[in-house]
């Protein structure tokens, strides 16, 4: 189970740092992800982590965004700032599908998903 927490409503230039608990599997052997949706769009890759800790981020939050992750307390984190309206979405915590070393930033590589946190920027 992924559960993610920290959504909100911001203002333009504003942050946000989103949580994702998982539980029933550990962080630290799984690819994990942030992916986002906005009303009338396709779910789109943000960024993502390696079990080994390399990261990756989408062109369009480069410099902005960045994905973290605590093995100890199973949590993955993604920090934004300099935040735009063109980021409100709904933002999914992810699992990779299987278990192992690197990502394929594909939302169908990914097989386990949280319910989802809103971030608003106005």
């Known amino acids: 189970q992924l559960v993610e927490s920290g959504g909100g409503f911001v203002q333009p230039g504003g942050s946000l740092r989103l949580s994702c608990a998982a539980s029933g599997y550990t962080v630290s052997r799984y690819c994990m992800g942030w992916f986002r949706q906005a009303p009338g769009k396709e779910r789109e890759w943000v960024s993502s982590?390696?079990?080994?800790?390399?990261?990756g981020v989408a062109n369009s939050v480069k410099g902005r965004f960045a994905i973290s992750k605590d093995n100890v307390h199973n949590t993955v984190y993604l920090q934004m700032n300099s935040l735009k309206s063109e980021d409100t979405a709904m933002y999914y915590c992810?699992?990779?599908?299987?278990?192992?070393?690197?990502?394929?930033?594909?939302?169908?590589?990914?097989?386990?998903w949280g319910q989802g946190t809103q971030v608003t920027v106005s």
């Open positions: 982590i390696t079990r080994s800790g390399i990261t």
């Open positions: 992810a699992a990779d599908r299987l278990e192992r070393s690197y990502c394929i930033n594909a939302y169908t590589e990914f097989g386990y």
